[in-house]
């Protein structure tokens, strides 16, 4: 249950993450991808 839980928030703030990461790469300039 306890994993689960982990699991499904930490995929929800990583895709947060990662959208915010990919805006700030796309605003400096997109350096990488």
């Given at each position: 249950m306890r994993?689960?839980?982990i699991t499904g928030g930490a995929g929800f703030i990583g895709s947060?993450?990662?959208r915010y990461i990919i805006n700030e790469t796309s605003?400096?300039?997109g350096?990488?991808?």
């Open positions: 994993k689960i839980l947060a993450l990662v605003d400096a300039g350096s990488g991808r």
